[in-house]
């Protein structure tokens, strides 16, 4: 269990179930966000003998509502915070040795959608919520690692422009449709059970972790070279990023 009870870790077997904590919306504040990583660090440090797999989940109605922007628009140096905290935590997840999966029970918003996205599989409930790309409806600029992203995972330019051009609500039957969700369950329980099943199946594969992130990683390339810097709030990150990104 982690401080301030923000994310629980389980571990069934060789399954590590991540599990945000709470009913509220799980706003990537940066406290979230630490004890999501050092959840990462304890699996990483477990996971070194034997084929593993790991789960994300939240209680309650939202997996996660995004950037907690109210704490962020105080100042430019919160919202540069946030946004290099959740880049470190993609690269954490997209290097982690081990099959991933986002068992999505709720709402998905903005960088809580990049979140799920970065998994290798999403199941959600179809009962209730939804994965939304919220920033052209609250006027925010899409960063270039989170279209980095969604490059990554949807491979139509229609499902993108739907995604991120349309801002649409995209629920658990659409995603299948569009090709990004993996399949739709009734309920948080029963889409948490088929998150285990897929994982267990993983792991039955006994494929070895670092050979998994490395194809990973090859997958990812144009998403993990971008995670240097985040020009929506000011971050060029080095001199070669900071020239290109500032003729934007």
């Known amino acids: 269990m982690e401080s301030k009870e923000l994310c629980t870790l389980e571990k069934r077997g060789n399954i590590f179930l991540l599990t945000l904590t709470g009913n509220d919306d799980h706003r990537l504040h940066?406290?979230?966000?630490?004890?999501?990583?050092?959840?990462?660090?304890?699996v990483r440090s477990e996971s070194t003998s034997s084929s593993s797999a790991l789960i994300t989940t939240a209680q309650g109605k939202y997996f996660s509502n995004g950037y907690d922007l109210k704490w962020a628009l105080v100042d430019k140096a919160r919202q540069k915070l946030m946004s290099r905290k959740l880049r470190s935590l993609v690269s954490d997840l997209i290097t982690l040795p081990m099959p991933t999966i986002a068992a999505v029970t709720g709402h998905a918003s903005a960088g809580g959608f990049v979140f799920a996205l970065c998994h290798d599989y999403i199941l959600m409930r179809k009962d209730r919520g939804f994965l939304y790309m919220s920033e052209l409806d609250i006027g925010f600029p899409i960063p270039i690692w989170f279209s980095a992203v969604v490059k990554c995972r949807m491979g139509s330019p229609a499902v993108r422009r739907e995604v991120v051009m349309k801002a649409a609500k995209v629920t658990a039957e659409m995603g299948v449709q569009m090709g990004f969700v993996d399949?739709?369950?009734s309920g948080a329980e029963e889409t948490v059970e088929a998150a285990i099943k897929l994982g267990e199946e993983l792991v039955s594969r006994n494929w070895d972790g670092k050979t998994y992130a490395g194809c990973r990683k090859t997958l990812f390339l144009e998403l993990l070279n971008s995670l240097g810097s985040d020009e929506s709030?000011?971050?060029?990150?080095?001199?070669?990023?900071?020239?290109?990104?500032?003729?934007?």
């Open 233 to 248: 709030v000011g971050d060029y990150g080095d001199e070669e990023a900071n020239k290109t990104l500032a003729k934007l």
């Open 30 to 42: 940066p406290n979230l966000i630490d004890s999501i990583s050092a959840v990462l660090r304890r």
């Open 183 to 185: 399949s739709a369950h």
